[in-house]
């Protein structure tokens, strides 16, 4: 009986992998950018206390919605790849 030449083995990457990839620099502006809307977020909701909704609010939470998810599959994909 001959012996397999390869074993895939699940490899679990260790947390310098994972930021390693992370590193990348589309991650990074991601999450800079995020960081930027959910400050111009809380500007917009202090402004809807006061009875004023800016025009470009919705847009601001679809743009974060869309880059959380982003970033969440990223995060995901790099702990899960082999």
Do not use: F, W, Y
Not at 29 to 41: M, N
Not at 54 to 65: I, Q, V, Y
């Amino acid at each position: 009986m001959e012996r397999p030449t390869e074993i895939n083995a699940q490899h679990h990457r260790s947390s310098e992998e994972i930021r390693e990839r992370l590193s990348a620099s589309r991650v990074q502006q991601d999450v800079k950018e995020l960081g930027e809307l959910c400050a111009a977020v809380t500007t917009d909701m202090e402004s809807l206390k006061q009875g004023l909704l800016p025009k470009d609010a919705g847009e601001r939470l679809k743009r974060m919605e869309k880059l959380s998810k982003r970033m969440r599959d990223n995060l995901t994909r790099a702990s899960t790849e082999n």
